[in-house]
T-cell receptor
């Protein structure tokens, strides 16, 4: 079946870059997403990439997609304390969505 | 502000009781979803509805039921709550036309004792 995997924890120093990685199994995925969840809140869409793209940049966020290896990454430049949250990778095809377990990003002062 | 409203925000419920979690969206989205979030397991789909009047089962539907009488509302009912249904429940919606991301509510934290 479909599966999305992520490491569960990541710690970085304020001002450094964060890279959150994700692997997925379904090669028919058409979109891949990154969501952010802050404590006590729902999931907020950060960015998404179409499967025929290699890279997408949006301000401090860079998404890289290696479709051959089914690997997706999210790079956050100049990480701030407000970036501390859980980040979910998700894949979709049609109206089917599969989420990873989430990576908890801790930003240290 | 357009979005998804879930109620209640949190609830403590005795085992065996019936409970309905409410979800309302004002974006006129066709598709709506219910997920539960558990530590280490990520989000798991309970039920979904592609359009008003239709519903479908997700990955973990047992013990839950839904209805979709109109576009805006998608309530989730636990007929007889059990402790394993302790979780955070998220309602989500999407336009449902081609590929489109999910929009999430802020969740309902349910504890079944």
């Amino acid at each position: 079946g479909e599966d999305v995997e992520q490491s569960l924890f990541l710690s970085v120093r304020e001002g450094d870059s964060s890279v959150i990685n994700c692997t997925y199994t379904d090669s028919s995925s058409t979109y891949l997403y990154w969501y952010k969840q802050e404590p006590g809140a729902g999931l907020q869409l950060l960015t998404y990439i179409f499967s025929n793209m290699d890279m997408k940049q949006d301000q401090r966020l860079t998404v890289l997609l290696n479709k051959k290896d089914k690997h997706l990454s999210l790079r956050i430049a100049d990480t701030q304390t407000g970036d501390s949250a859980i980040y979910f990778c998700a894949e979709s095809w049609g109206q089917n969505f599969v989420f990873g377990p989430g990576t908890r990003l801790s930003v240290l002062p | 502000i357009a979005g998804i409203t879930q109620a209640p925000t949190s609830q403590i419920l005795a085992a065996g009781r019936r409970m309905t979690l409410r979800c309302t969206q004002d974006m006129r989205h066709n598709a709506m979803y219910w997920y539960r979030q558990d530590l280490g397991l990520g989000l798991r789909l309970i039920h979904y509805s592609n359009t008003a009047g239709t519903t479908g089962k997700g990955e973990v539907p047992d013990g839950y039921s839904v209805s979709r009488a109109n576009t805006d509302d998608f309530p989730l009912t636990l007929a007889s709550a059990v402790p394993s249904q302790t979780s955070v429940y998220f309602c989500a919606s999407s336009p449902g036309q081609g590929e489109s991301p999910l929009h999430f509510g802020n969740g309902t934290r349910l504890t079944v004792t």
